[in-house]
């Protein structure tokens, strides 16, 4: 099954290089994944391309109106008859984990909507949207780079996408865990060392030094994986 992603922006050119680079890149070029933009200023009202207008009750700032937005969705959804999940990326969102990109990776197909320095029209999310996503609390120019981040991550879990080698980084994350310490040659550099237990080339040994080095970690950084993580274990 192939995936297909449409991106809503009125900024297609940011996406140029992320979709013709590295992982998403490769995953494009082999037919994995089937990325379509759609400007969504083709859709305005005038010649000029209007595409917000002021908002009502006044205040600054303006606001991305209703007739070009929905008018660009049901558009890209003419051009496939595969139904497309709606997500409008926005700090009010649900934030992104790894549980929800793995929910978005199994759908057939996504039709993101990424606004530019200014809100939505209500109606946009209450009538049009079927889930809105937030890349965390903290405030971006526009959804574009939303948009990427959600891509790549949905990206790299899509068979075929990641090479024998990209794919062990998963492992510990999704055991809800932080990554383990990582070193490579050389053994010594500046007088800071390699932990001898990687030089010892005891297997089960290194693996134990991985796990406790991971659980370590989250413990001191992520209290909130760590107490996620003994609850899975206890359950099990
Ligand atoms: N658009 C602006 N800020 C955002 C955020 N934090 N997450 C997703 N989309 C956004």
Request: hydrophobic share 40%.
């Amino acid at each position: 099954m192939g995936h297909r992603i449409d991106i809503l922006t009125l900024f297609c050119e940011l996406f140029d290089g992320f979709l013709a680079t590295s992982i998403v890149g490769r995953a494009v070029g082999r037919g994995l994944v089937d990325v379509r933009r759609t400007n969504i200023r083709d859709f305005a009202p005038d010649r000029y391309g209007k595409v917000d207008d002021t908002p009502f009750g006044g205040g600054p700032g303006m606001v991305l109106m209703c007739q070009p937005i929905f008018d660009a969705v049901e558009h890209v959804r003419r051009t496939d008859a595969t139904p497309g999940k709606v997500v409008l990326l926005t700090p009010q969102g649900r934030r992104l984990d790894q549980a929800l990109v793995k929910e978005l990776a199994a759908e057939p197909r996504l039709i993101l909507l990424a606004g530019h320095y200014e809100g939505f029209d209500e109606r946009i999310r209450t009538g049009l949207a079927d889930m809105e996503v937030s890349l965390g609390d903290f405030v971006l120019s526009g959804g574009e780079i939303a948009a990427m981040a959600l891509i790549d991550a949905i990206v790299r879990l899509l068979p075929g996408a990641l090479g024998k080698d990209e794919s062990s980084h998963e492992e510990s994350f999704s055991m809800g865990l932080l990554e383990y310490p990582q070193y490579t040659r050389p053994r010594e550099f500046r007088g800071l060392t390699v932990p001898d237990v990687l030089l010892s080339g005891n297997h089960a040994e290194i693996a134990r030094w991985r796990l406790e080095q991971a659980q370590r970690r989250t413990m001191q950084r992520r209290p909130d994986l760590w107490q996620e993580y003994r609850r899975q274990a206890t359950s099990r």
